[in-house]
């Protein structure tokens, strides 16, 4: 029931873009976005809803597709404080489960 | 608003013996869920509580356990205890009892260390 993110760890210059996804073989009812720097809390991002909606602030945007049972994070041009690891949650259309994913390790370089 | 604590920081304890960890959530979150983070696993789940009540619990061993308090304060006992017990141990507390529209707020974690 453990979502699987892919890819497991991407490097990054400063300015590029990338793309995070996140599957369920469950379906999902809502899907969670959370970033973890090194030695710190995991930190929410942003909600998506059933329903196939997009939602994004600054140039971090994420999208749900209800039918693929996949999200997927979306951050533009990117910066340095972007470096982390980022955990999708998927909540089952089951209710009162939650399960966060894999993790991918995003490295942003100079 | 104080954010969610967890204590200890740090634990370091050998195999077989018992250990207690303690989280308190922001003020006026019922609902506290606890994940154990290693390495390449990411975060797996324990066990949820709303209300003093355990609602959801993940897939570990028996030797885990966990209960609410009236103040939404939050303990997770774990017996027992082996060398891949050694992890990260997170707790995070929301405001309701729905994932639908309740973002989580996590603790900085006790990170636990068997020997």
């Known amino acids: 029931q453990q979502p699987v993110q892919s890819p497991q760890a991407v490097i990054l210059r400063e300015g590029e873009d990338a793309v995070i996804n996140c599957s369920s073989s469950k379906a999902l009812y809502s899907v969670h976005w959370y970033r973890q720097k090194h030695g710190e809390a995991p930190v929410f991002l942003m909600i998506l809803l059933k329903g196939g909606e997009q939602k994004g602030h600054d140039k971090i945007s994420a999208s749900f597709n209800e039918k693929k049972q996949q999200s997927s994070l979306y951050l533009t041009a990117s910066q340095l404080s972007y470096s982390g690891t980022y955990f999708c949650?998927?909540?089952?259309?089951?209710?009162?489960?939650?399960?966060f994913g894999t993790g991918t390790s995003l490295t942003v370089i100079p | 608003k104080a954010g969610v604590t967890q204590t200890p920081r740090y634990l370091i304890k050998t195999r077989g013996q018992q250990v207690t960890l303690s989280c308190s959530p922001i003020s006026g979150h019922r609902s506290v869920s606890w994940y154990q983070q290693t390495p390449g696993q990411g975060l797996q789940f324990l066990f949820e509580?709303?209300?003093?009540?355990?609602?959801n619990k993940g897939n570990f061993p028996g030797r885990f356990s966990g209960r609410q308090f009236s103040n939404s304060r939050s303990e997770m006992n774990v017996s027992t205890l082996e060398l891949g017990d050694s992890a990260l141990y997170l707790c995070?507390?929301?405001?309701?009892?729905?994932?639908?529209?309740?973002?989580?707020?996590f603790g900085s974690g006790t990170q636990l260390s068997v020997l």
């Open positions: 949650g998927t909540e089952l259309n089951t209710g009162n489960q939650f399960y």
């Open positions: 995070a507390s929301s405001a309701g009892r729905s994932y639908t529209n309740e973002k989580l707020f």
């Open positions: 509580y709303f209300s003093e009540t355990q609602r």
